[in-house]
């Protein structure tokens, strides 16, 4: 039972190219959600699902994209990275009580 | 606006001394708080949490106190041990199926032997 895994743990990326992040939960949870994490600015929801094949915005949306097509992934799309984006991602899942399980996390630095 | 404050950025405590991190928030729609623990590197875990029917909730050594007129909430931990060092962050919930968590921007806590 590995819980809740992201993919990939770091990476490095210019200014203008594309990535994908992957959530993936092994507990059947229905909900979803991918959180951003900056210096003195606690987590900010970005994205998150409420079952399979729905999906809807958060606090900080904007030049991020997701996708949830099957129950236990969770994809974060970033079409045009920018500088601004450099961040440390999290990916959690809940099903029926207020506790989110979160991932390890994905630490992304964009040049 | 920042509906969740966490306004003590770190905290220093001597080990078997109580420890207690404070949270204030502005929404009085929230009615679910939960506490996370976060380690350098890795993800936020859950550490407790509590109702709004509720005005203390204790699980071992931690208890969560919540002050819903004062809209404040805190956590102490007793005794503090050198491994509760760690990133405190809490989180509220308001009403409804989505289970959005607004977080607060975390309390550094470092308990010295």
């Known amino acids: 039972n590995a819980g809740v895994t992201q993919t990939p743990k770091f990476r490095v990326l210019k200014t203008g190219q594309s990535m994908t992040l992957l959530c993936a939960q092994d507990m059947n949870h229905e909900y979803m959600y991918w959180y951003r994490q900056d210096p003195g600015m606690g987590l900010r929801l970005i994205h998150y699902?409420?079952?399979?094949?729905?999906?809807a915005k958060g606090e900080v949306p904007d030049g991020y994209n997701v996708s949830r097509l099957k129950k236990q992934n969770f994809l974060l799309g970033l079409e045009s990275a920018a500088p601004s984006q450099t961040s440390v991602y999290f990916c959690?899942?809940?099903?029926?009580?207020?506790?989110?399980?979160f991932g390890p996390g994905t630490r992304l630095t964009v040049t | 606006d920042q509906q969740v404050k966490q306004n003590s950025p770190s905290l220093s405590v001597q080990e078997g001394r109580i420890s207690i991190l404070n949270c204030d928030y502005t929404?009085?729609?929230?009615?679910?708080f939960l506490w996370y623990k976060k380690y350098p590197a890795e993800g936020p875990t859950f550490l407790i949490s509590i109702s709004s029917i509720k005005d203390k909730n204790e699980d071992g050594r931690f208890t969560v106190f919540l002050n819903k007129s004062a809209k404040h909430l805190s956590l102490h931990i007793v005794p503090s041990q050198p491994g509760d060092s760690a990133v405190y962050f809490c989180?509220?919930?308001?009403?409804?199926?989505?289970?959005?968590?607004?977080f607060g921007q975390g309390t550094t806590l470092q308990v010295k032997p």
């Open positions: 959690a899942s809940r099903q029926s009580t207020y506790e989110q399980y």
């Open positions: 989180a509220a919930s308001a009403l409804g199926n989505t289970g959005k968590l607004i």
């Open positions: 929404n009085s729609m929230f009615d679910y």
């Open positions: 699902s409420v079952g399979e094949g729905t999906t």
